[in-house]
Protein backbone atom coordinates (compact mmCIF):
# COMPACT_ATOMS: atom_id res chain seq x y z
CA UNK A 1 0.00 0.00 0.00
CA UNK A 2 1.19 3.35 -1.03
CA UNK A 3 1.23 6.19 0.96
CA UNK A 4 -0.31 9.34 -0.12
CA UNK A 5 1.33 12.55 -0.44
CA UNK A 6 -0.59 13.91 2.97
CA UNK A 7 1.32 10.98 4.39
CA UNK A 8 4.64 11.18 2.90
CA UNK A 9 5.01 14.77 4.48
CA UNK A 10 3.70 14.03 7.98
CA UNK A 11 5.99 11.21 7.96
CA UNK A 12 9.25 13.43 6.77
CA UNK A 13 8.10 15.80 9.56
CA UNK A 14 7.88 13.08 11.91
CA UNK A 15 11.34 12.06 10.99
CA UNK A 16 12.45 15.40 11.25
CA UNK A 17 11.07 16.03 14.95
CA UNK A 18 12.51 12.53 16.29
CA UNK A 19 15.95 13.79 15.32
CA UNK A 20 15.49 17.20 16.18
CA UNK A 21 14.55 15.54 19.84
CA UNK A 22 17.77 13.60 19.93
CA UNK A 23 19.75 16.32 18.44
CA UNK A 24 18.69 18.65 20.87
CA UNK A 25 19.21 16.40 23.92
CA UNK A 26 22.73 15.53 22.79
CA UNK A 27 23.44 19.10 22.34
CA UNK A 28 22.21 20.31 25.74
CA UNK A 29 23.74 17.67 27.84
CA UNK A 30 26.93 18.07 25.88
CA UNK A 31 26.90 21.91 26.75
CA UNK A 32 25.69 21.20 30.28
CA UNK A 33 29.01 18.72 31.01
CA UNK A 34 31.57 21.12 29.57
CA UNK A 35 29.81 24.39 30.81
CA UNK A 36 33.23 24.94 32.31
CA UNK A 37 35.54 25.25 29.50
CA UNK A 38 32.77 26.01 26.82
CA UNK A 39 31.18 28.95 29.38
CA UNK A 40 33.47 29.64 31.84
CA UNK A 41 30.39 28.66 34.28
CA UNK A 42 32.34 26.78 37.80
CA UNK A 43 30.11 24.19 38.56
CA UNK A 44 28.81 24.34 42.52
CA UNK A 45 28.60 28.30 41.77
CA UNK A 46 24.76 29.09 42.78
CA UNK A 47 24.32 32.44 40.78
CA UNK A 48 25.92 31.43 37.19
CA UNK A 49 24.34 27.80 37.71
CA UNK A 50 20.77 29.08 38.30
CA UNK A 51 21.23 31.33 35.08
CA UNK A 52 22.71 28.52 33.13
CA UNK A 53 19.96 26.34 33.89
CA UNK A 54 16.90 28.86 33.70
CA UNK A 55 17.98 30.39 30.64
CA UNK A 56 19.59 28.01 28.62
CA UNK A 57 19.53 23.91 30.20
CA UNK A 58 15.61 23.74 31.03
CA UNK A 59 14.16 25.23 27.52
CA UNK A 60 16.24 23.04 25.68
CA UNK A 61 14.93 19.92 27.44
CA UNK A 62 11.66 21.03 27.46
CA UNK A 63 11.88 21.85 23.71
CA UNK A 64 12.92 18.10 23.57
CA UNK A 65 10.71 16.52 25.73
CA UNK A 66 7.89 18.13 23.60
CA UNK A 67 9.25 17.20 20.37
CA UNK A 68 9.65 13.29 21.70
CA UNK A 69 6.40 13.49 22.72
CA UNK A 70 4.72 14.83 19.89
CA UNK A 71 6.08 12.16 17.75
CA UNK A 72 5.14 9.33 19.45
CA UNK A 73 1.52 10.69 19.60
CA UNK A 74 1.92 11.36 15.88
CA UNK A 75 3.30 8.11 15.42
CA UNK A 76 0.23 6.28 17.67
CA UNK A 77 -2.05 8.49 15.70
CA UNK A 78 -0.78 7.70 12.04
CA UNK A 79 -0.20 3.79 13.01
CA UNK A 80 -2.61 2.43 10.62
CA UNK A 81 -2.09 4.59 7.86
CA UNK A 82 2.52 4.49 8.15
CA UNK A 83 2.67 0.34 7.50
CA UNK A 84 7.01 1.08 7.49
CA UNK A 85 6.89 -1.05 11.18
CA UNK A 86 10.93 -0.29 11.13
CA UNK A 87 10.10 3.27 10.51
CA UNK A 88 8.17 3.82 13.19
CA UNK A 89 10.04 1.55 15.89
CA UNK A 90 13.31 4.05 14.86
CA UNK A 91 10.90 7.11 15.66
CA UNK A 92 9.94 5.54 18.81
CA UNK A 93 13.72 5.22 20.04
CA UNK A 94 14.40 8.30 18.74
CA UNK A 95 12.13 9.82 20.96
CA UNK A 96 12.54 7.52 23.91
CA UNK A 97 15.81 8.70 25.41
CA UNK A 98 14.19 12.53 26.11
CA UNK A 99 11.36 11.32 28.11
CA UNK A 100 13.56 8.76 29.63
CA UNK A 101 16.45 11.66 30.66
CA UNK A 102 13.42 13.18 31.93
CA UNK A 103 12.17 10.54 33.69
CA UNK A 104 15.10 9.85 35.42
CA UNK A 105 15.68 13.39 36.88
CA UNK A 106 11.73 13.64 38.09
CA UNK A 107 12.56 10.16 40.02
CA UNK A 108 15.78 11.01 41.24
CA UNK A 109 14.49 14.38 42.68
CA UNK A 110 11.62 12.69 44.36
CA UNK A 111 13.76 9.51 45.96
CA UNK A 112 16.40 12.47 47.08
Known sequence: MELTQRHKKK????????YASLGILIFALLVNEFRE????????YAPHNFGFNFVFFLPSMLTAIGLG?????????YWKAWTDFNKKLKL?????????????????????
Open 11 to 18: LKWTTRMA
Open 37 to 44: PLLGIKKG
Open 69 to 77: FAVIGRTTK
Open 92 to 112: IGLSIPAIGIWLFMIIKIFIN
